[in-house]
């Protein structure tokens, strides 16, 4: 059985409709490391749905947080006079709205197009509409036992006059900066310490604020589990950095017991999404976007690349690899064959909207090469490679592929996979051996007759066999000849792509060049 559908099953047990709920902070361009939160709630969702289990999925963008860090890709001199402020207080980098709504949007673009369609919420707002004025009050009431459970669980300890709330300065804007002093059951009294953070400067007033009308937030490992009680949580998991012994994971579920009388909900940590074995931040521009990712892999791809490990399986991902994106899309094509069980729920699960009918498409490592081959008629390549007449289905699919094909050439593909004919004879062609112009000379006089490829290839190995050349010599040195490098794609292939004049010209003008 698959994971996520055992997690539903179990889930079933409890014969209760179920909230399944995540979160992001909207702290600058969300990266693909943030989809896989996303797509793990998205499936559980969807597998109770389909188990006859009524279930919702919400998503909260958390707007109040501080801007606690500037992206590389913001102008210093226009926001870092806003370091410290909420997140929705501070102006998009284009348009009008705010800076968590500017990339919040871009977010939930990128995941609706992934068929995932959480209802979205807004942290502020559940603040200012009184959603969460019971857990305040129960927080602010019970300060010194929230300060108990955190020295319990994870160690950390706070002052003795704790006060687990985090004002707004009604002077200067700022929550990052400011630190609660008293709670007297109606009031908040707070200093905007002007050296509290390293990343911010606070003013250095000092006020009181209603708690109760969106003037400040909870921190984090109260508003977490205050979120739970007041929505009615059932299922969330989180990464697995919150997830460790003693870590923010153990704070909540202990402060949601203990301080707000709500069970923790059911529990799916998972692992992180790592580009060359690091984790993705989404403050400091590194890594890839998920909007960037998004515009390179098609939906299914994207949403297959997420669904496919268990939670606790890491995702090691750098498209710019050679292999990466090409064995992606082969191994989506292989679980959309397979008959396995488990790959073929990998393969449904993937699925956005309606599931596309039974299709043949080409492997996308040999339409790199096919696409990149001048005069090639790709629809005509394709039948070859299927043995058949192509369907409507089959056009449609290799048309889609194609496109993600050219994209994946322009935009990611490493030097080494890219090629083209240079209109000249390139100037590593000097570098070749007496055997390998003789061998251009005895392939240019078979070129002519040469129509199946498969044969031709068979031919130019024994032309370099015959001469003493080892397979990787033979087919150098037509490259170098072609492309100007040592590698390519079959060279057969490649040979009856172009004009034949063109090659016997070319292959003759190479080794006339080098004798000379």
Same mark, same amino acid.
């Given at each position: 059985m698959f994971w996520v559908d055992k997690i539903a099953k179990e889930l079933a047990t409890a014969k209760k409709p179920q909230l399944v709920d995540d979160a992001k902070t909207p702290s600058g361009r969300v990266h693909v490391g943030a989809l896989r939160g996303v797509i793990i709630h998205d499936l559980v969702c969807k597998a109770l749905t389909q188990i006859d289990t009524k279930a919702r999925y919400t998503f909260i963008f958390d707007d109040l947080d501080p801007m606690d860090s500037l992206p590389t890709y913001l102008a210093k001199e226009k926001y870092e006079k806003y370091m410290g402020a909420p997140l929705k207080d501070i102006p998009a980098p284009e348009g009008g709205g705010s800076y968590a709504e500017y990339y919040a949007e871009e977010f939930i673009k990128v995941f609706n197009g992934l068929g995932?369609?959480?209802?979205?919420?807004?942290?502020?707002?559940?603040?200012?509409?009184?959603?969460?004025?019971?857990?305040?009050?129960?927080?602010?009431?019970?300060?010194?036992?929230?300060?108990?459970?955190?020295?319990?669980?994870?160690?950390?300890?706070? =002052?003795?006059?704790?006060?687990?709330?985090? =004002?707004?300065?009604?002077?200067?804007g700022k929550i990052g900066t400011t630190s609660a002093t008293n709670w007297d059951g109606k009031q908040v009294s707070y200093e905007c310490q002007e050296n509290k953070v390293v990343w911010a400067k606070g003013c250095g007033h000092k006020g009181k604020v209603d708690p109760f009308a969106g003037g400040g937030k909870m921190p984090f490992r109260v508003e977490w589990p205050a979120k739970w009680a007041a929505l009615g949580v059932t299922i969330e998991g989180e990464g697995k950095d919150h997830a460790s012994k003693g870590g923010t994971r153990d704070t909540a579920n202990a402060i949601c017991k203990e301080i707000f009388g709500y069970e923790p909900p059911y529990d799916i940590p998972y692992e992180h999404f790592l580009l060359s074995g690091k984790k993705m931040s989404s403050s400091k521009g590194v890594g890839v976007s998920a909007v960037e990712v998004a515009e390179v892999l098609p939906p299914e791809i994207l949403r297959f690349l997420m669904v496919r490990p268990r939670p606790m399986q890491h995702i090691e991902f750098n498209p710019e690899l050679e292999h990466t994106i090409p064995k992606l899309f082969d191994d989506f094509d292989f679980a959309r064959v397979s008959k396995e069980a488990d790959l073929t729920r990998m393969y449904e699960l993937s699925q956005v909207g309606k599931e596309k009918k039974k299709y043949f498409v080409p492997r996308f490592r040999d339409l790199v090469n096919l696409v990149q081959m001048p005069n090639i008629d790709l629809e005509n390549q394709a039948e070859k490679i299927k043995g058949s007449k192509l369907t409507t289905e089959d056009k449609r699919a290799l048309e889609e592929r194609v496109k993600y094909v050219k994209i994946y050439l322009g935009r990611l593909a490493p030097e080494e996979v890219k090629f083209s004919v240079k209109t000249e004879l390139p100037q590593d062609a000097k570098t070749l051996t007496r055997e390998q112009k003789e061998l251009l000379i005895g392939i240019s006089g078979l070129v002519e007759k040469a129509k199946d490829p498969e044969q031709f290839q068979n031919d130019i190995y024994q032309v370099g066999k015959k001469l003493g050349l080892t397979s990787s010599d033979t087919f150098k040195a037509i490259y170098l000849s072609l492309l100007g490098k040592e590698s390519g794609p079959k060279a057969a292939w490649l040979i009856l792509s172009l004009d034949k004049n063109f090659v016997k010209e070319r292959f003759e003008e190479a080794a006339g060049k080098i004798k000379n």
């Open positions: 995932a369609r959480p209802e979205i919420l807004w942290s502020s707002r559940l603040y200012k509409e009184g959603k969460l004025d019971k857990q305040i009050s129960l927080a602010l009431d019970n300060a010194n036992k929230i300060q108990e459970i955190y020295e319990k669980v994870s160690g950390s300890k706070r =002052p003795r006059d704790y006060i687990p709330f985090q =004002p707004i300065c009604e002077k200067c």
